[in-house]
């Protein structure tokens, strides 16, 4: 099982920006698919962006454009880097990858992704 610990969250004002950090240990997962997601309160869980262990990558709408996901081989560190952040961001953000894959063939469904983290709070104020 693949362990995953996201950090980098907090509060910043509308227009700032926050790079967040996903960590994996126990098993290496660089060639893996590996997600973002967020949930707002009384909210679903809605995809943010993933990207492949080939590097092919996708966005949702609400997001595209003003963010960017990367990975780095040597840290096995997942990164979703988010700028012009607006108070709809405001979420907890999770990570998530489905070890075994490295396409992301389950693309936004959560219910695809079987490792998850533990979240970490953005809140983006007025």
């Known amino acids: 099982q693949v362990h995953l610990a996201e950090s980098g969250g907090g509060s910043v004002q509308a227009g700032g920006s926050l790079r967040l950090s996903c960590a994996a240990s126990g098993v290496t997962y660089s060639s893996f698919c590996v997600a973002w997601f967020r949930q707002a309160p009384e909210r679903e869980r809605e995809g943010v962006a993933f990207i492949s262990g080939f590097e092919r990558t996708n966005y949702a709408d609400s997001v595209k454009g003003r963010s960017t996901i990367s990975r780095d081989y040597a840290k096995d560190t997942v990164y979703l880097e988010m700028n012009n952040l607006k108070p709809e961001d405001t979420a907890i953000y999770y990570c998530?990858?489905?070890?075994?894959?490295?396409?992301?063939?389950?693309?936004?469904?959560?219910?695809?992704?079987?490792?998850w983290g533990q979240g970490t709070q953005v809140t983006v104020s007025a």
């Open positions: 998530a990858a489905h070890p075994g894959y490295t396409d992301c063939r389950g693309g936004f469904s959560p219910l695809w992704y079987n490792d």
